[in-house]
């Protein structure tokens, strides 16, 4: 039969295009925010990275914004290419004492780059 | 740097058999991480590691499910006796855990099949 699972985001974007993907946090003391790119049959790859006492960092290509007021947190891609397309997760740290840093991974959005 | 290493690659067997994946952190990372993923549950971590000394395995599934790091640069985890149910994508990620960083780094992982 017919198994269900996670109904991921979905992005579609021509090539050239800037993207905009975003992610709603849960935990409002988290400290760190992170963005990973999964493409099919790799692992998670390290995109960028935002601290609590920032609302923006910028990349090669990439930027992330951080609203902490409405826990919101944003991957903005310029001169979106095909090679872009894959699965983008957002990950939030929480800063208590006991967590060492564990790092809590929202479903993810798959970005498609069409040529 | 080769990054996180992780073998096999692919995993078919049979229930009821023991299944052993291997991970080799990146050189001077201090903290691992285990993980799986499926499309039903999306990214959940597994166990981690500090200095070679779990810390948190809350995320472990159940008895069948153990992990070990003889040292700072080999960690195992190991299904015995593996489920159809655990089939899935394992993934090691490591860290050097300092207050200025806590990106994780990511091994392309180890697809899982239970027969």
């Known amino acids: 039969g017919e198994s269900v699972g996670l109904h991921l985001p979905t992005l579609s974007v021509q090539e050239g295009d800037n993207s905009i993907i975003n992610c709603a946090y849960s935990?409002?003391?988290?400290?760190?925010f992170i963005w990973y790119k999964q493409e099919s049959g790799k692992g998670p790859q390290f995109i960028i990275d935002?601290?609590?006492?920032?609302d923006k960092r910028q990349g090669q290509r990439v930027t992330v914004l951080l609203n902490k007021t409405v826990k919101h947190l944003s991957l903005q891609i310029a001169a979106t290419q095909p090679g872009d397309s894959a699965v983008y997760f957002c990950?939030?740290?929480?800063?208590?004492?006991?967590?060492?840093?564990?790092?809590?991974f929202g479903q993810g959005t798959i970005l498609t780059v069409h040529p | 740097d080769a990054g996180v290493i992780q073998s096999p690659r692919h995993e078919v067997t049979e229930m009821g058999q023991e299944v052993t994946l291997r991970c080799k952190p990146i050189s001077g990372h201090n903290s691992l991480f285990w993980y799986r993923q499926t499309m039903m549950r999306g990214l959940e971590l597994l166990i981690y590691?500090?200095?070679?000394?779990?810390?948190?395995d809350s995320g472990m599934p159940e008895d069948r499910f153990s992990a070990k790091m003889p040292n700072a640069s080999f960690s195992t985890l190991k299904i015995q006796p593996s489920e159809p149910r655990d089939s899935a994508v394992y993934f090691c990620?490591?860290?050097?855990?300092?207050?200025?960083?806590?990106?994780?780094?990511f091994g392309p992982g180890t697809r899982l099949t239970v027969l």
């Open positions: 990620a490591s860290r050097f855990l300092v207050p200025t960083t806590d990106t994780q780094y």
């Open positions: 590691f500090n200095n070679n000394v779990p810390i948190d």
């Open positions: 935990n409002s003391a988290s400290d760190y």
């Open positions: 990950a939030e740290k929480d800063p208590g004492g006991t967590s060492y840093g564990k790092l809590t």
């Open positions: 935002i601290r609590s006492n920032m």
